[in-house]
């Protein structure tokens, strides 16, 4: 399986002057399997995605590690199980 993220803007940012909702490039993200070993890092394009490696099915933590600039960092670590490899 393939874990895909997309990060958008939650809301409208002063700064760069983009809308909640649009795709941000720069995200980083470390997928963990549940031994937490890190098993792939990730970052997103221009189109906001950032598609991991392929995986075995099983369950992972992601967590983003730096976030684009001039966002802040989401620091809660998010699971995904086998069945649900796409958020």
């Known amino acids: 399986g393939q874990i895909v993220i997309t990060k958008r803007s939650s809301e409208f940012n002063e700064l760069t002057g983009l ?3 649009s795709p941000l490039s720069g995200a980083v993200f470390e ?3 549940t031994t937490g070993n890190l098993v792939d890092k990730i970052s997103s394009g221009s189109n906001g ?3 991991s490696k392929g995986l075995p099915v099983g369950v992972y933590t992601i ?3 730096s976030a684009p600039r001039y966002y802040a960092l989401n620091d ?3 699971t995904v199980i086998s069945s649900d490899l796409k958020c």
Do not use: F, R, S
């Open 19 to 21: 809308p909640a909702g």
């Open 49 to 51: 995605v950032a598609a």
């Open 76 to 78: 809660k670590g998010t």
């Open 63 to 65: 967590k983003e590690v």
């Open 31 to 33: 997928i963990y399997n």
